[in-house]
Every structure is written in C-alpha cells, then in structure tokens.
C-alpha cells in the first residue's frame, strides 16, 4: 500500500477538551493505525475528522498536518 509520511505541529497533540484532556500521542496513533491504505488526502482527512469528534473548536491554535504518500498510487499530499 505504500508508505506515509505525516507531519504535524504540536497543536494536534496539545489539542484541548474543555475538560482538560488532550488529543495526545496514543490518540493520533489509533487514528493512523486505522489509516492504512488510505491516500494521503484521506489520511489527513481522518486526523482532522478525529480532532473535530474531539473538540468541534473551531479556534485551533498551531495547528498544522502535511501528509505525503509514495506508492501503490497514493494521492500526491493532503493537509490542512
């Protein structure tokens, strides 16, 4: 299926709940583990997807993702 890179600031990880709880690493890991063969644009559409079932803030700080895929005919990029 090819190989993803995905790049991120750390506003995915520091994403925060009213509550106080964040995004965090095991969250992203769990997103990308269900990414697989997925295009780079559905990638990224997955993390944005999974920050906004998080917290629907549309006031998001430091935020920013670059996903690029080679191989198996992956889309060419996808980021926000």
């Known amino acids: 299926h090819g190989d993803a890179l ?23 890991a769990s997103v990308l583990s269900a990414c697989r063969g997925k ?3 559905g990638i990224a559409e997955a993390i944005e997807g999974a920050l906004d079932g998080f917290t629907p803030d549309p006031n ?5 993702l670059l996903v690029v895929k080679v191989g198996s005919g992956g889309n060419a990029g996808g980021g926000r």
């Open 6 to 28: 995905v790049l991120f600031t750390d506003g995915i990880l520091e994403e925060r709940r009213k509550d106080g709880e964040i995004f965090g690493r095991d969250r992203l």
């Open 39 to 41: 295009s780079a644009k």
């Open 60 to 64: 998001r700080d430091d935020v920013a």
